[in-house]
């Protein structure tokens, strides 16, 4: 019988050195699997650090490299600390971007009170001059981003307050804005009492559009066709928003006008219409053949959202297919839409948005049902894209949803999801701003003496009292 | 002779059953003495005045309050602290004493021991974080918090501390002494915390600044955790390395098979 000879102690050595050495590499191949695979898990309740999937398939497929520096200085008043606060989710969102694409690299972060050396150093070399804003660059070129444009402060009587926060869309606009090689052309129509992008009036201006739009990085021009104006060329969209809160009313385009516009069609251009409430609007040769009519009275569901007049709707039948209500229709049940006329459809053109079937068209303004006012469900938001080499057309059956005091929340969406369909980029910036999701839990005098009795006495108290009790239990046995 | 499948299943069993009950007498001796209740009296009133002082600190702000009850200079100090005094006793103490070499002549495996005493020690630490949350439950009753940044956070705090038990058994398989055990494994934890400042050494972009992100488990905190994320990176590397420390550990009890 042989007998087999213990392994040498060298031999064992060996053996564990070799396993250890295997489970190590197991470990580092599995980290760098996870480095390159990140899987993350957003638990906050509104989920705020979730990008879109469309910010998320812009960022993967960044055409350059683009290096991020934000030098920042805050004081200790209110307004600094709210402003600290929204830089510190700007740069938190940057580093989700970062996650996504590793050549979007936050390559500076300082606080320049702290560093001024290396501040000096940054603004040699990159040329940067003033604190408080987030520098982008890709090779020469450069963009920035200020705290206007992450966010907004309102004063209240407890002090200023962070009314509202757009710091992914601020900052994927201005990436997007970088690396973008032509920023794409919208010219408003004027001449015939349109609603203006130079109309800075609160509730009733375009604003908050205008800005909007600015921050998607696009270059906003307008024309006056009524009196010689043109198109010119380049000009990507061209909008109508045939409705006015000024001293001239709206009056239906004329034959140069529509005349111009047609050419702008046909030479593969995109028109965005938003209708007037009633009459016409001076279109209905161009958009007809297209397979978009109007009927006259307002849709109402005697529903008081969406501002609460007369046509106030609450919507929820979105076309799942249509880039611009595919994004809205997986997000959101119902947008709030006001004072829409009833679009008809046909082919090509397609309903984006419909009314409820309870609907009805209301003709006499008692915001009542009567029986010879015909109940829905009525088209609301109209496509049509044409053949190869004809624009998209998109068609709103009211001029509201550009203004102030309309344009929020999924209208707001809504006609955005519009802009990035007509300028071809479907999508890329997540949508509308968030009112701050902050939670605060405020203590009266009675609540504090509350909380120092329950947290420092009732509280560990109880952990000696079971304590005391397990052992001296424990000890009788 | 080759083994059956049935020989594996009921080998498994046993190695299950055998981990359970070290886990169950290292739970039991741990309550046994009022030492646990004195180290969970001492955290929850340290935890607790320092949640009441930070919700007046920042004006009752729960998502600050949440970033600093796991994740200001307390919080820390109990990471790098509690893990150590709690695992330190695990071998050190068995092999001091010669009950080691009992429990071993019993023929329970090193496996069994290692894990068996990992689950009690995480238990613990997990018992003595989760103590922390009648705190928010009472936030909750003068207010609204995001739960989604809570459990997170104590995600984090769990995942960690699995990785700070692991190095906490590994210390202590390698030294008869209970206090050398802590030390080494206070040293251990307090160089995965320094991994943080390390960071700070090197351009951001630089290689190095990313690699010292990625191991920094106070960046990790403090980029993830605290704010409601979890990141499958985070939860790759803490339980690798806590499975190759543990592997490491079984290494060394192996040792005085062949040393």
Known sequence: MSVRPLPSRARIRLHVLIQLLLVAWIVWVANAWAFRNS?????????????????????????????????????????????????????????????????????????????????????????????????????????WVGF??????????????????????ALSAALERLVREEAPRVLFTRGHGEASPSDERAQVGLGALVRDLTERGIVLESSDLRRGGSIPEGVDVVVIAAGSTG???????????????????????????????????????????????????????????????IGALEVDLFDEEHPVTRRLRSEVDTVELASFRALTVAPPAR??????????????????????????????????????????????????????????????????????????????????????????????????????????????????????????????? | MSRTPGDLTSARVRWGSQTLAIARREWASLFASPMAYIVLFVFVL???????????????????????????????????????????????????????ELLVTTGVGDGPQILGKWLA??????????????????????????????????????????????????????????????VVAFSLNLTIFLANQLRALFPPSAIESRFFEYISIPYHFARDFCLGVVDLRTLVLYLGLALALGFAAGKVLERRRWA
Not at chain 1, 255 to 276: K, N
């Open chain 1, 351 to 477: 309903a984006l948005v419909t009314s409820p079937a309870e609907a009805w068209l209301e003709r006499d303004l008692a915001g009542v049902h009567d029986p010879e006012e015909p109940l829905g469900p009525f088209p609301l938001v109209a496509a049509s894209e044409g053949e190869e080499g004809s624009g998209r057309v998109l068609v709103f059956a009211s001029w509201t949803p550009v203004i102030d005091a309309l344009h929020r929340g999924q209208s707001r969406r809504l006609l955005l999801a519009g802009f990035d369909w007509l300028t071809e980029r479907d999508g890329p910036v997540a949508g509308a701003g968030r009112v701050d999701p902050r939670e605060r839990v405020l203590l009266d005098p009675a609540a504090r003496r509350l909380w120092l009795l329950l947290t420092l006495v009732a509280y560990p108290g109880a952990i000696i009292l079971i304590g005391v009790g397990v052992w001296s239990r424990r000890r009788a046995h």
């Open chain 2, 46 to 100: 340290v935890q607790g005045a320092t949640f009441r002082f930070h919700t007046i600190l920042f004006d009752g702000d729960m998502d600050l309050v949440t970033a600093s009850t796991f994740g200001g200079a307390t919080f820390w100090l109990l990471w790098l602290l509690v893990p150590p005094l709690v695992t330190m006793r695990s071998f050190a103490e068995e092999r001091r004493t010669g009950t080691f």
């Open chain 2, 121 to 182: 020690a995480w238990g613990f630490l997990a018992l003595l974080w989760g103590s922390v949350l009648p705190l928010f439950l009472l936030a909750e009753l003068h207010g609204s918090l995001d739960w989604g940044i809570v459990a997170s956070a104590l995600v984090g705090v769990l995942l960690s501390n699995a990785l700070l038990v692991s190095i906490g058994i590994f210390s202590s398989t390698l030294s008869q002494n209970q206090l050398v055990a802590a």
């Open chain 1, 39 to 143: 899987w993350r898990l957003d638990w906050t309740a509104d989920a705020r650090y979730e990008l879109a999937p469309e910010t998320r398939e812009f960022l993967r497929q960044l055409p350059k490299r683009v290096d991020i520096i934000v030098p920042t200085s805050m004081g200790r008043s209110a307004e600094d600390r709210i402003r600290a606060r929204v830089f510190d989710r700007a740069i938190r969102t940057l580093r989700e971007f970062e996650l996504v694409n590793p050549y979007c690299r936050v390559a500076e972060v300082l606080d320049i009170g702290r560093d001024p050396v290396r501040w000096g150093r940054l603004r040699e070399e990159h040329g940067i001059d003033a604190p408080n804003r987030v520098y982008l660059f890709a090779g020469d070129r450069r963009e």
């Open chain 1, 148 to 169: 206007e444009d992450l966010a907004e402060i309102a004063p209240t009587i407890d002090g200023p307050t962070l009314a509202r926060e757009r710091v992914p869309e």
């Open chain 1, 247 to 309: 001293p001239d009313p709206f009056e239906p385009l004329g034959l140069e006008a529509r005349g111009e516009v047609e050419r702008f069609l046909a030479a593969g251009g995109d028109l965005l219409v938003l209708l007037p409430f009633d009459g016409e609007s001076g279109l209905e040769s161009i958009l007809e053949p297209l397979g978009i009519g109007t009927r006259s009275g307002l849709v109402h569901t005697g529903s008081t959202a969406g501002g609460g007049g």
